[in-house]
């Protein structure tokens, strides 16, 4: 996964910088004729019949819901089928509410954005140079406890406060702070840990007063074991069917994604933050600025020329993603309990078809190709500016490709030169009679072109 998100960094940094616009549009289909919602409807059909998706889906514009799609099963095994209402572990877009909420403590003057986390934690390493911003903005060098090898040992089970502390307390840092980015849920769980001390309050309570009450949002709440019967869902892995995923015990997230909530819920938080319901817009401001692609709390997602905010998150099976667009005024929320499909890729294709973008529905067929006709494709492809160089080489009936120095990835052939690697969001497609390969990524209209060596 590691290998993927570089991948996707380097594939926007040469669509950017590098390679020949191809002059080629897709011929107009009735697809793309059709209403917004009709396309939507379309995509989820596609994905849900092809078991890629369960869960729901919310646009809202100008804080008024304009489509909003469910589908699937809230428990599989009791074929309890999902609802508007159906909740969700939204995962780190709980860490948008834990940064909200720090940001709110910092107008109350509770914090400084710039002080040290020493008087908090005297016991983890360079507590004394380590800022209330470089917790916020993942600049602090403590390792997130999910990326160490016992973290999958103890998840299921409860943890206190202490517990954890102790935890993160014993790590080394990765990097004197700020002078690096390194994600790290640690962070988070340390900024919940904060507003907990200078409020002298348990962090969902805490949640209830700065936000729920004041938002009147009714399906978020920091969660604890799954509940069924209080419309929350349980999570699916694919095989050859869905299956129950384990679920990881909250007490271990905390203010890094121990929230629960459903997308509805989602938009009416982001929209309220970014209206300055919650924080002035002098703290949005500093709040949404970029550096190293992090915000603090909160992220770029920008589609084409559009500039958004958001946060995506992952716990067991769950995927979800919200965004907000300020130039356009537009929520978008995803949360899936069931998904075999990037969800980046699926924000992309939900924003194609709301902006009226030529689309195409995915296609999951399975297309049979030799490896005697894979041949023709292998080879060095070059961009005529800057250091871009796709290796592409075969392997028995499978072809890979290569970026500059960085590992292979297979691609599955979708018929017609056109291949696809669906989790990093790419198409390859190939001109044999010209000696080019074009490189579609997700939310780029444009083609690259890069020439056979």
């Known amino acids: 996964m590691k290998n993927q998100n570089l991948l996707i960094v380097v594939f926007i940094a040469l669509l950017c910088s590098c390679g020949n616009k191809s002059d080629s549009k897709d011929s107009e289909v009735a697809f793309n004729e059709k209403p917004y919602t009709d396309k939507l409807n379309d995509l989820f059909d596609v994905l849900h019949k092809n078991n890629k998706f369960m869960g729901t889906v919310s646009i809202s514009h100008e804080g ?3 489509y909003s799609n469910t589908m699937g099963f809230a428990d599989v095994e009791n074929q309890k089928e999902t609802t508007t209402s159906t909740k969700y572990r939204i995962a780190s877009i709980t860490k948008m509410f834990t940064a909200t909420m720090v940001f709110k403590a910092i107008e109350d003057h509770k914090l400084s954005i710039n002080q040290t986390i020493d008087d908090f934690f005297p016991s983890i390493e360079n507590a004394n140079k380590i800022t209330v911003g470089n917790l916020l903005n993942h600049r602090s060098g403590i390792p997130s406890f999910t990326k160490d090898g016992t973290f999958f040992d103890y998840r299921t089970e409860h943890k206190s406060r202490k517990d954890m502390l ?3 307390s014993n790590y080394e840092s990765n990097f ?27 962090y969902e309570d805490l949640l209830l ?22 419309n929350e869902s349980y999570s699916y892995s694919r095989s050859e069917k869905w299956t129950e995923f384990p679920e990881t015990n909250l007490s271990i997230a905390l203010g890094s994604g121990s929230i629960i909530s459903n997308p509805s819920d989602l938009n009416a938080f982001i929209e309220a933050l970014f209206n300055e319901k919650i924080i002035s817009k002098e703290t949005l401001d500093e709040m949404t600025m970029i550096k190293d692609n992090h915000g603090m709390g909160i992220m770029p997602f920008n589609f084409k020329e559009k500039k958004g905010f958001g946060h995506g998150g992952h716990i067991d099976a769950f995927h979800s993603i919200s965004i907000y667009i300020p130039q356009e005024k537009l929520a978008v929320a995803i949360s899936a309990n ?19 973008e030529p689309f195409e529905l995915p296609n999951f067929d399975h297309v049979e190709i030799t490896s005697s006709e ?8 070059t961009a005529q500016e800057g250091g871009g160089k796709f290796t592409i080489t075969q392997e028995n009936n499978t072809l890979f490709t290569q970026l500059n120095e960085l590992p292979k990835e297979p691609l599955v052939y979708k018929g017609n030169h056109k291949f696809t690697n669906e989790e990093i969001g790419a198409n390859f497609i190939f001109y044999p009679e010209k000696s080019q390969l074009g490189l579609e990524q997700s939310g780029v209209a444009d083609i690259y072109l890069f020439t056979k060596q």
């Open 64 to 66: 008024n819901t304009v």
């Open 166 to 168: 102790k935890i993160i």
């Open 176 to 202: 004197e702070p700020n002078s690096h980015n390194e994600y790290s849920n640690s962070n988070y769980f340390l900024l919940s840990q904060i507003l907990e001390t200078v409020y002298d309050l348990p």
């Open 209 to 230: 007063e700065k936000i729920i009450k004041p938002l009147g949002l009714t399906n978020t709440y920091s969660g604890g074991l799954i509940t069924i019967d209080n």
């Open 338 to 356: 069931a998904i075999d499909y990037n969800i980046n890729n699926l924000l992309t294709d939900v924003l194609k078809c709301y902006f009226k």
């Open 374 to 381: 894979l041949e023709k494709y292998v080879g060095v492809y």
